[in-house]
């Protein structure tokens, strides 16, 4: 018999859409896709050029398994001057992608049973890394009259002698929601108290509008950075999803048990890649502000038009490239007698009938929503929200 452990993991359900939508398209069909959970830019044109430079200069073999010294010192002048986070170069590991930091993460944390906190809605892949590690997830639902946000007093309620950590996304996805300091605080007290490890998940940090700001909860004290993982990586600040470099900021003594799997089972992140993140992270920053600043007039202009059509709500995204919109209203209607029940079957039917591409809330635990992300030009959120608005009128 084939692993069991492996056997009980669900492949992204963001992926089902995903497929449908990628075909639809090879058969030539104009599909508008709110589905792509990456941006939509080129990585930009310095730090392409620093892993040329590095092909160049030879630099193609190991690096240390934890990242190269100049990356991982880069990184901790990043958190510092960033996050107000201070850490050592030894604390810093280097890996294929923020996904990878979380495996490592959770594999360095479990053992068989531990239990892991998942606020919903929550990032499709945290309950599957923690199964595979080993961990038991506990999905805990977050009302929206708190914003998508779990509080501590539902946390504190969800305790019990085996819950191991708490896994804290802000800015989230799929909720774009930020988490306040007194929230984070009231979190991190709660961890402190009763024991427990935060993995948080920072990635969107650079995707911020408006007045909100990013609050690492590891900064928020000495005991609470004691018991934290920092998650974060390059892929969404600087449209370098392909180049796959995450990393984690933690205590010595679990980045040294996460450098030693790593170092067993993918030694070091691509060497190459290594140099255009560091050109990334200590580079002018100016092509952050240029892509947050037209990702802010997409938000604005899909959260006008989203609040305009009838039966759809949603509440504003003060981050990331996503917008969550509650669809609930439509279940029971019917397209031409084919009837939506759910999240699932509203963005099938919408998918084929309309040809926009979405993806639905059971992928996060939220089966009332569908997330919309933009990642695609004004013209085609246009052209998209359009198709959406006619499909809606059609409804029975
Ligand atoms: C995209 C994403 C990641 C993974 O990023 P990679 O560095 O590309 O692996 C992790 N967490 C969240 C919430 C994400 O949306």
Known sequence: MLAKKVQSITPSPTFVINAKAKEMKNKGINIIDFGVGE???????????????????????????????????????????????????QEIVVSNGAKH????AFAALLNPGDEVIIPAPYWVSYPEIVKINGGVPVILPASVKHN???????????????????????????????????????IADLAVNHNLYIISDEIYEKLIYGEQQHISIASLG??????TIVINGVSKTYAMTGWRIGYTASPAHIAKLMSSLQSHATSNANSIAQRAALAAILGSQDCVEQMKAAFAKRRDYMVQKIKAIPKLTCIEPDGTFYLFVDVSNLFGHNYQGQVITDSLSFATLLLEKAQVALIPGTAF??????RFSYTLDLEQAQEGIE????FILQLN
């Open 101 to 104: 930091s979380l495996s490592n």
């Open 148 to 186: 998508f946000k779990i509080t501590a007093d539902a946390i504190a309620a969800a305790l019990t002698a085996r819950t191991k950590a708490i896994i804290v996304n802000s800015p989230n996805n799929p909720t774009g929601q930020i988490y306040t300091r007194s929230e984070l605080e009231e």
């Open 222 to 227: 000495e005991e609470i950075q004691a018991r």
């Open 365 to 370: 635990g939220a089966p009332d929503y569908v």
């Open 39 to 89: 941006p939509d830019f080129d990585t930009p044109s310095h730090i392409k050029e620093a892993a040329i430079q590095a092909i160049k200069e030879g630099f193609t073999r190991y690096t240390p398994v934890a990242g190269y010294p100049e990356l991982q010192e880069a990184i901790c002048y990043k958190l510092k001057k960033d996050n107000q986070l201070f850490y050592q170069p």
């Open 387 to 390: 198709r959406l608005e006619k």
